[in-house]
C-alpha cells in the first residue's frame, strides 16, 4: 500500500517489491555544465539533475543506476540507467511514453531522456551490459575547434602523427590490468578488457573509437594521453604499451580534456541472457580486498 504523506501518496519503492516495475532510460547529454554524472552534494550533476525531476513526477526520491558514470565535462549521446518505481503510477498517470514528454518540459535543456520503456527486473544497467563505447574527438585545425563544435571537440595545437597513434592504440587493446590508466578506488579491480581502440581522419578531425566490456575511473582519458603522447614523439613507439605492466596509477600519462569524450553507446545481451550476465559481471568486479569501512 502506498501511505499518504502532506496530502500526496508516497510512491517509494523497495525493488524486490512485486508492486514496483523497472524502467529502463536512454539519456543523452551536454556534459560542460555538469560535475560528472554521479550526485555531489553543492554541485550540478547529471544523475542528480534527472533524479530530482523523477522525484517530482514520481512524488518521492528516484535513485538511478547508470552503465557508466562519466566525469565532468564529459558528454553521452547513448547513456544508460535504471530506475524503479511503482507499478501503478507507470500504469496509470505516467506510462513510459508520457514520462519522457513530461521529462522534455522539465528538464534543462542539456540533458535528456530520449526514451523509457519496461524491463524486466533481470535487467541491470550497469552489471547487465557488455561492453560501453566512446568517442573522442581532436582537432588539428590552426584556428582551433569550430565554434559550433568547441564544447565537443578539442584543439591540439601540436603535430599528431595517425599511424604513431593507431600503432600505439592498437598495442593496448585487449585483457590487461590498466592499473597505470586508471585513478584508484579502494577495493576495486583495474583489470579490463579493451576491445576496441583505433582511429580516423577526416581533414584536420581525429576521431578516436574506444570500446571495452567496462571501464575504470579516468581510464578514457589516460588512454587517450598516452596515445597522442607518442603520436606527438614525446614518447618512444612502445612506451604506451609498457605501462601495462605498472603496478598503479602513472604520473606519467597527462590525462587528456574531458570535453573531447562522448559515451555513445552501451551494449547489452538478450533478455534470457540478463540474469547470467548479472552474475559474471559481478564475480569479475568483486572487490579484490574489502572496503574501508
Known sequence: ?????????????????????????????????????????????????????LGRLF????????????????????????????????????????????????????????????VSKQFDARFSALRRHYRYQITRAPHGADPLRAREVVPWGRPLDLGLLNAASAALVGLHDFAAFCRPRPGSTTIRELQRFDWTEDGPLLTARISADAFCWSMCRSLIGAVTAVAEGRREPGWAAALLTAPSRSSEIAVAPGHGLCLTGVDYPPESEWAARNLRTRDTRAPLV????
Open 59 to 118: 512524488q518521492a526520491p528516484a535513485q538511478l543506476t547508470v552503465a557508466g558514470r562519466t566525469d565532468s565535462g564529459v558528454h553521452a549521446t547513448g547513456q544508460v540507467a535504471h530506475v524503479d518505481v511503482s507499478a501503478e503510477l507507470v500504469s496509470g498517470r505516467l506510462p513510459p511514453d508520457k514520462l519522457v514528454r513530461k521529462l522534455a518540459r522539465m528538464l534543462p535543456s542539456d540533458v535528456r531522456v530520449l526514451a523509457a520503456r519496461e
Open 290 to 293: 574489502p572496503p574501508p569501512e
Open 1 to 53: 500500500m502506498h501511505a499518504v504523506r502532506g496530502g500526496q501518496r508516497d510512491f517509494s519503492v523497495d525493488s524486490a517489491d512485486p508492486n514496483t516495475v523497472r524502467l529502463r532510460l536512454d539519456i543523452a547529454y551536454d556534459g560542460t555544465e555538469f560535475s560528472g554524472w554521479a550526485r555531489q552534494p553543492g554541485r550540478r550533476t547529471v544523475a542528480g539533475t534527472i533524479e530530482a525531476a
